[in-house]
């Protein structure tokens, strides 16, 4: 079921890229229609009290080198495929629909993202990973707005060499581990409890990681890239590229990094905290000062990717950790990648009708404009106050669980990073 999901994005690009212009929006919807229709019968079908991998693809692919063909979901997985299936409808009518090579290069990163989501072997991940980041170089690069080539250069750049920094340091694992060496994310615990990434040989593996990782979400200072990026995209991307794309980054953390370097995270869990509340503080100060409604946007995605790394460096860095504390910081980063998923794509949505009936996202052009368009402003309000974090709303779930479980770990950058919030 996974293989034939993965297969129907990619499937319908080929056939949009090569069939008549006027069928583009029909078949590329149609496709996403066809996605839903298998995660929603996956989420029937779904053991939602079993921990285990479920719908489970396994056969050999590279014995030699430890890579099987592993596709399944866990419970995560099942997450962020759903959210993945929701929002590129959305985001596919938000852009360009009629445009062939618009539609085909989205439905390929679809393929990606899905892809991405549910392997659960190093190799096959990493190929997917990757993957993605060439339609989304392309939709920029093509489809963007002023000084495109740059914002998607520096995007390409960035995060293509993380990726290489994270390939290297996972083969370096690899090796290290000897004959028990696999790339299988369910061996990767115990990969990192066996002492064979230890001493400088286990620092220099751990940088390349975090690096790889730390450009994805991004934490503070790898972060420049994503401003550019999202800003410049069309607005269909840039709902993918916060929605789901930005969720790569967190989600390797949790099959990779934590897994694999628990020593290392607990011995400098203070200077990893120092980068994570730096990203919440300074994105937010930094929204604060914005003109441009995607840039502020984009700034605030930051800000809120930020308090998932606070909860995951906690959890990663704390030997002693109640299962209380882990359980609330846990579900907290899942919850928070869901809702800021749903929530920020809403935002970027907003903000690209308003710059369609405009011509303009500066602030000082809509003064006035809930007299103009109470509707559009109430449902806007509503986005804006989840992304805010106000009870009652999806936003507040992740966070409240997030400070519940991270005041319990790590107390005082956990009161830093409140900061964040006021701001």
Known sequence: MITVLILIPLIGALLVSVLPKSHARTLSLGTCGAAVATVLLMVFRFD???ADLQFVEEADWIPLAGADFLLGVDGLSLMLVLLTTLLVPFALVAGKPEERGYCSLMLLMLGALFGTFTTHNFVLWFLFYE??????FLLIKIWGGE?????????????????????????????????DGSFDFREFAAIGRSGA????????LFAGVFLGLAVKVPVFPFHTWLP????????????????????????GAIRILLPLFPAQIQAIQPFLLALVVCSIVFSTLAALVQEDLKRMIAYIS???????????????GTATATSADV??????????????????????YFAGLLEDRRGSRQFGD?????????????????????????????GFIGEILIFKGSFGLVPVATACASLGLLI
Not at 302 to 316: D, E, F, R
């Open 197 to 204: 990434i230890t001493g400088p040989l286990g620092w220099f």
């Open 366 to 394: 809509f003064g006035g404009l809930m007299q103009r368009t109470p509707v559009l402003c109430a449902l806007m309000s509503v986005a804006m106050f989840s992304s805010l974090g106000l009870p009652g709303l999806n």
């Open 228 to 251: 550019d990026a999202y800003t410049t995209a069309p607005t269909g991307v840039s709902m993918i590229l916060t929605g789901a794309l930005s969720k790569m980054g967190v989600y």
């Open 302 to 316: 930051i800000n809120h990717l930020g308090y998932c790394m606070l909860a995951l460096v906690a959890v990663g």
């Open 327 to 348: 359980q609330a910081a846990l579900g907290g980063v899942f919850a928070q990648i869901f809702n800021h998923g749903i929530t920020a794509a809403t935002l970027f």
């Open 131 to 136: 993957m993605s980041l060439i339609p989304a």
């Open 48 to 50: 939602f009290s079993a």
């Open 147 to 179: 000084k495109r080539d740059p914002a998607a250069t520096k995007f390409f750049v960035y995060t293509f060499l993380g990726g290489v920094a994270m390939l290297a340091a996972v083969l370096g694992v690899y090796f290290a581990a000897g004959a």
